[in-house]
């Protein structure tokens, strides 16, 4: 599994069980959400929103569909949004029990990056 940071879009290719997927974590600031179309009929998604007197990024809730489960597809959703506050120099503030697990998988990396 990998991930590249192009802009808003990260582009990224992966492999569950024999199947390959190959698709894209797009960050639409419309609708404050990092998602990934895995087919027509199913999106997985990281909903945020942003305090911009407090610079701090609210990752609020994740989203993945059954057909997506157990794919890692949620962890490169967290990857995606920690690694755009990085970038945007934006405080991590963790709503989500989700991306919380993946902080505490990932404190060594992203510690001064998230609100206590």
Do not use: W
């Not at 990998?2 to 990224?12: D, E, K, Q, V």
């Not at 894209?24 to 998602?35: A, E, P, V, Y």
């Not at 179309?37 to 990752?59: F, P």
């Amino acid at each position: 599994m990998s991930c590249m940071l192009f802009g808003r879009t990260i582009a990224m290719r992966m492999s569950a069980g024999s199947r390959q997927y190959s698709s894209k974590i797009t960050n639409d600031l419309k609708r404050s959400t990092f998602s990934m179309n895995l087919d027509k009929n199913n999106e997985a998604y990281l909903q945020y929103s942003i305090d911009t007197k407090r610079n701090v990024i609210n990752l609020e809730h994740t989203f993945v569909p059954d057909a997506g489960k157990g794919k890692g597809i949620g962890k490169l959703l967290a990857q995606a949004a920690f690694e755009y506050a990085i970038d945007n120099k934006l405080k991590i503030k963790l709503e989500c029990d989700f991306t919380a697990k993946f902080y505490r998988d990932n404190e060594t990396k992203y510690r001064e990056y998230v609100l206590q």
